[in-house]
Antibody
Framework: EVQLVESGGGLVQPGGSLRLSCAAS????????MSWVRQAPGKGLEWVAN????????YYVDSVKGRFIISRDNAKNSLYLQMNSLRAEDTAVYYC??????????????????WGQGTTVTVSS | QSVLTQPPSASGTPGQRVTISCSGS????????VNWYQQLPGTAPKLLIYSNNQRPSGVPDRFSGSKSGTSASLAISGLQSEDEADYYCAAWDDSLNGWVFGGGTKLTVL
């Protein structure tokens, strides 16, 4: 069974740090781009970061650039999100997601097809 | 404020057909495929439609998607009570170099 399981969430004070992990199983982790997506309480989905299969390319939403670092360990089938200088507005459920590639009518399309159950991060004093 | 625009709410009675719109721009929907996600209360999002109009295995054919220019739509026919959920559209944005989502549409089955 294809599965993603996040961990590492919790309560942290403003300015603090937290490291999220995502354990992948049931598929060849090293062949997929991976993403982090978050959802603030009562709000919609917000993409946070992407990482290429070998970790050589990383992209971030502007609001976390310089504070968050996405990384991966293909030998451990794991994805990480190091979150530093946390702010109240970073409070959210954080999901890891697999980025799938589909060939449709001679074009490649992309999207997040498998999601974890999420881990909750609360930034508060 | 979300990059993609969806109506905040939609509703219908069992058996009805409802549509949810998603409006974007040339840098996202206009140049990339649209995916739709269903999020049931208290659960993680689930891929509902990919590549504008493709259904993953296991998704009922009551769900369909379409795209035209910089807009997309999700249609649900034969509405059922279990369809009550939040629905999100998403696309890659070439200018932002990242995924963008709609604000979500809460579907209520009356």
């Amino acid at each position: 069974e294809v599965q993603l399981v996040e961990s590492g969430g919790g309560l942290v004070q403003p300015g603090g740090s937290l490291r999220l992990s995502c354990a992948a199983s049931g598929f060849t982790f090293s062949t997929y781009w991976m993403s982090w997506v978050r959802q603030a309480p009562g709000k919609g989905l917000e993409w946070v970061a992407n990482i290429k299969q070998d970790g050589s390319e990383k992209y971030y939403v502007d609001s976390v650039k310089g504070r968050f670092i996405i990384s991966r360990d293909n030998a451990k089938n794991s994805l990480y999100l190091q979150m530093n200088s946390l702010r109240a507005e970073d409070t959210a459920v954080y999901y890891c997601a697999r980025v799938q590639q589909w060939l449709v009518s001679e074009y490649y399309h992309y999207g997040m097809d498998v999601w974890g159950q999420g881990t909750t991060v609360t930034v508060s004093s | 404020q979300s990059v993609l625009t969806q109506p905040p709410s939609a509703s219908g009675t069992p058996g009805q057909r409802v549509t949810i719109s998603c409006s974007g721009s040339s840098s996202n929907i206009g140049s990339n495929a649209v995916n739709w996600y269903q999020q049931l209360p208290g659960t993680a999002p689930k891929l509902l439609i990919y590549s504008n109009n493709q259904r993953p295995s296991g998704v009922p054919d009551r769900f369909s998607g379409s795209k035209s220019g910089t807009s997309a739509s999700l249609a649900i026919s034969g509405l059922q009570s279990e369809d009550e959920a939040d629905y999100y559209c998403a696309a890659w944005d070439d200018s932002l170099n990242g995924w963008v989502f709609g604000g979500g549409t809460k579907l209520t089955v009356l």
